[in-house]
């Protein structure tokens, strides 16, 4: 999201588990709280900024921004730009990201599975039921 000094051990790291496997980069380029949720809203359709923002409860208008513009840099998300008055700007997934959509079905599906794991064994802390 930030820049990150080129020459930081954060960075230098980041480089280095990039490069060392597929996981970390997949793991690298999905990260964050919002992008792995705008990939899920947009599978099968295209949609508008402010659709998308209606979808994804407590996002900023910067945050959706940012991750949408990596997103796109990333080649998961194709933004289209209508040359109307006022403009109208879509988002859809790209070829490349509706490869990921069994993946995110089933992390939705092992999600509620193991929430009721966790609130049957009492072990659900309050950050996560919120």
Known sequence: MGKRKSTSTNNLNRETLIDFCGMVYAVDIL???????????LDGRTLRFSELKKLLPNVSDRMLTLHLQELEKNGLVIRT?????PVRVEYRLS???RQLAPIWKQLEHWGHAHRETMEKEGK???AVQA
């Open 95 to 97: 070829e490349s990201a």
């Open 81 to 85: 730009v209508h040359a109307e008055v």
């Open 31 to 41: 990260g964050g709280r919002w992008k792995l949720l705008i990939l899920y809203k």
């Open 124 to 126: 659900l802390s309050l």
